[in-house]
């Protein structure tokens, strides 16, 4: 009498099914690997903003380091994985990279304030190094050694197969990262939670490496405890609160902080976007509180003295668009504000609701005139101004001035607002500005909000087709009236030195120009 038995399953579908499974988590490991490194470098430039600016020198020292602690990570993959060709060596990249990415709000709480002080190329540099440069490099390796990894379950004989596979996804990854970062995350979520949300997703991969290596439960337990204390510690890392803030919001541009001082009735209400002041108002009458803040009233000076449309660019805390709707009620104003999260805040805390002649825009301002048809305006004012780390490039140059010109009324005018000085080797902005504004406006007058003529102020420049002199000079004024205290702040064209450069689409140094006064 025969006996049956089962026989075992075959060693060759075993081993093939086991390869399915490596090749089929390598590849998910590459793809979360390009989107984190993606996550963390858009979500970088929020975070280093508040303390560096959102300059050029921001944004490459950043993209910069990345790019070098990727290079190096892809050669530090290769090698290792000749040497350790087990897959735990991916968890441990994995896990390295958890860590550090769960420490990058405290380590940036904790080093940012200190390295503003190296300049704004100098600082942007040593805290994008302290911060992404070894996540970056073990990030880096993780791409080579899946390469390695993949090739080995096919026995090496589909080497450009492993190759192209693990490059793809991690393209698809890094394009994922990309996107869910500048259209969801940044715009759903606080960065500190977007820098711990991509730790942890990290953290879990790295565990579910040592799993599949089966080298789980040794000393892969401290790695988990130590992803666990610095997702704890990078959740908790917050900046202290400061004095009299009363509201702060994450944007997809800015940090927003509302901040109040002094007492009712002449309380002062202030945003600031990152760490830079952008303007205010007083809550209790909605009145003006900063002295640049007057010179939309140059528009006054000419015949008839009003206003029946304006154009602010950029709303800062909407006083001026407020001020010109309050005293003349029936002129249409509109602002154009490219983040929707500052009027979101200026109907909440400026009182932008209460002047339903205030048409606020959600553009950018170039190409809102661009769409904007023929509709044209009695005033322009530019103040599209972050600081004065940043000046939207795009938004000073020659093409940008003939758009606005091509916008205005024949007897319109359009009033910038720079910070520059007038003098010194502090003043080429000013300079520059001016050479370019001349190429499109034939008049051009210049005021200087602050007394010493030698640093950095609001200066005003007031451009015309018309010319704007007789408006100004000899013209009898009331003693301690507005006319007196802003034109007393004229200067002549000469005080400023003339300049070699004019802004252009094709050649505008206006970031260098920036970068060069704030290091002298």
């Not at 990727?70 to 994995?94: C, M, N, Q, T």
């Not at 009299?244 to 002062?268: M, T």
């Not at 008049?443 to 087709?465: M, T, W």
Request: net charge neutral; proline share 5%; charged share 15%.
């Amino acid at each position: 009498m025969s006996k049956t038995s089962k026989s075992p399953a075959s060693p060759v579908l075993a081993e093939d099914a086991s390869a399915r499974k490596t090749r089929l988590f390598l590849g998910l490991v590459c793809f979360f690997a390009g989107a984190a490194i993606m996550v963390v470098e858009i979500s970088a430039f929020r975070l280093l903003a508040p303390y560096f600016g959102n300059t050029i020198y921001t944004s490459t020292a950043l993209i910069g380091v990345i790019l070098v602690a990727f290079s190096v990570g892809g050669y530090l993959g290769g090698r290792l994985a000749d040497k350790h060709p087990a897959l735990g060596l991916i968890g441990w990249l994995l896990a390295g990279a958890a860590v550090l990415t769960l420490f990058i709000p405290a380590l940036h709480m904790a080093f940012s304030l200190s390295m503003s002080a190296m300049g704004v190329i100098g600082g942007p540099l040593a805290i994008s190094l302290v911060l992404f440069a070894l996540p970056g490099i073990l990030l880096g390796a993780v791409s080579p050694a899946s390469v390695r990894f993949y090739s080995l379950t096919q026995k090496d004989t589909h080497v450009g197969v492993a190759a192209g596979t693990i490059s793809m996804l991690g393209s698809l990854g890094s394009f994922v990262g990309t996107f869910a970062s500048g259209f969801f995350l940044l715009a759903t979520f606080g960065v500190r939670n977007i820098f711990v949300g991509a730790g942890v997703v990290l953290l879990l991969l790295a565990v579910a490496s040592f799993i599949l290596a089966r080298t789980a439960s040794r000393p892969q337990l401290p790695v988990v405890i130590a992803g666990l204390i610095a997702g704890a510690v990078g959740w908790n890392a917050q900046s202290p609160p400061l004095k009299g803030v009363i509201h702060e919001r994450e944007s997809v541009y800015h940090h927003i902080s509302v901040f109040e001082e002094g007492e009712a009735p002449h309380r002062q209400r202030l945003l600031a976007l990152d760490s830079t002041q952008e303007g205010g108002i007083n809550p209790d009458t909605g009145g003006l509180i900063l002295p640049y803040q007057e010179y939309w009233k140059l528009a006054l000076l000419r015949e008839p003295a009003e206003v029946k449309s304006a154009l602010f660019i950029g709303a800062g805390a909407f006083g001026m668009p407020e001020n010109v709707s309050r005293d003349f009620p029936k002129a249409t104003v509109d602002v154009v504000e490219i983040d929707p999260a500052v009027i979101e805040v200026g109907r909440q805390f400026f009182k932008l609701d209460e002047h339903p002649r205030v048409n606020a825009h959600a553009a950018d301002a170039r190409r809102f005139l661009h769409l904007s048809g023929g509709r044209r305006w009695d005033m322009i004012f530019g103040d599209a101004y972050n600081g004065r780390h940043a000046i939207p490039s795009h938004l000073a140059t020659r093409e940008f001035f003939q758009l606005v010109a091509d916008h205005l009324e024949p007897k319109g005018v359009y009033i910038m607002n720079i910070i520059a000085a007038v003098s010194g080797p502090k003043a080429d902005l000013a300079s520059g500005m001016l050479a370019t504004l001349r190429q499109v406006f034939p008049h051009v007058e210049a005021f200087a909000v602050g007394y010493r003529r030698d640093v950095p102020q609001n200066i005003i420049l007031f451009c015309s087709k018309e010319n704007l002199k007789p408006l100004i000079e000899g013209r009898y004024v009331t003693t301690g009236s507005w006319q007196e205290r802003l034109i007393k702040t004229h200067f002549p064209a000469g005080a400023v030195s003339r300049s070699e450069y004019v802004f252009t689409d094709d050649y505008n140094p206006v970031d260098a120009i920036i970068a060069r006064g704030l290091l002298e």
